[in-house]
């Protein structure tokens, strides 16, 4: 019998992911340049670019990530300066004029080390991984906020972020994903975690997944037309949440089917 695969930390996926990654290249042309985000409940907030590796978020600098997996739209992704463990990454589309912004959370240890049938007990939701949407629109013009979708649902879909490095995601329904490592560090691991589906442009999608195994956030945007994604994830470095591993993703997609279950008698 073969022995059976395990999960890894976050660190050590990182590694794995890193040799010839099919992530996109930084945007360049952002210093300089500011975003002024008018938030849907009446919050304003300027992002501004430093130059091509650092922002300015609410007077304090971070280092960034930019990218743009379709023209006009922006994935910006950088650690919160605010909160321990935790960042923000935003989707800013420039032609509708609107953006998402995500605020994702890493659990601290002893969060983490609660096991699943206590957290069942409690009430608590299986994954301590956070997720938090907020909407809003740039340069306060007349857009329509981005939204929730179920458009994605029904998709099986192969990922391929590296010569060595492919995944299968089964999109089940609006609050459940299913992966499976086809190859590479996790392959032989599965599972079914938390995600969640924002629609930004007509095929182009924000997921957002939160997994309760080794606390790891994942953001990447998928364009259908493009049939490619650009992200990243969040974890621990390692098993000592000592440090942590906030790096790129990116993937050429490939649909392999499409399921819609029948209605149900009325």
Not at 68 to 88: E, K, T, Y
Not at 197 to 217: D, G, M, N
Not at 235 to 253: R, T
Request: hydrophobic share 40%.
């Amino acid at each position: 019998m073969d022995s059976e695969a395990v999960f890894i930390q976050v660190g050590a996926l990182a590694d794995g992911f890193a040799p010839h990654s099919h992530t996109l290249a930084p945007l360049a042309d952002l210093a300089g340049r500011q975003l002024a985000l008018h938030f849907a409940d009446g919050e304003l907030a300027t992002l501004r670019f430093v130059d091509s590796q650092t922002l300015e978020w609410h007077g304090q600098r971070v280092a960034y990530r930019a990218t743009s997996i379709r023209d006009g739209i922006l994935f910006i992704d950088f650690l919160d300066p605010q909160r321990a463990n935790a960042s923000i990454s935003m989707v800013c589309d420039r032609h509708q004029g609107n953006f998402t912004a995500l605020y994702g959370a890493l659990p601290d240890q002893r969060q983490v080390r609660l096991d699943a049938f206590s957290r069942v007990e409690q009430g608590l939701p299986l994954t301590a991984v956070q997720a938090m949407f907020r909407f809003g629109r740039l340069d306060n013009r007349d857009a329509p906020l981005p939204q929730f979708t179920d458009e994605l649902i029904g998709l099986r879909n192969m990922y391929t972020y590296s010569p060595t490095e492919r995944y299968e995601h089964i999109y089940l329904n609006d609050n459940f994903y299913a992966w499976q490592c086809l190859d590479g560090v996790e392959q032989g691991l599965a599972d079914v975690d938390r995600c969640h589906y924002v629609k930004v442009a007509e095929k182009l999608y924000l997921f957002v997944w939160r997994e309760k195994i080794v606390p790891t956030l994942g953001v990447v945007m998928i364009d259908l037309q493009g049939m490619r994604t650009d992200g990243k994830i969040l974890g621990y470095q390692g098993s000592d949440f000592a440090a942590l591993s906030n790096f790129a993703v990116g993937a050429h997609a490939q649909v392999l089917n499409v399921t819609r279950h029948p209605r149900g008698a009325a």
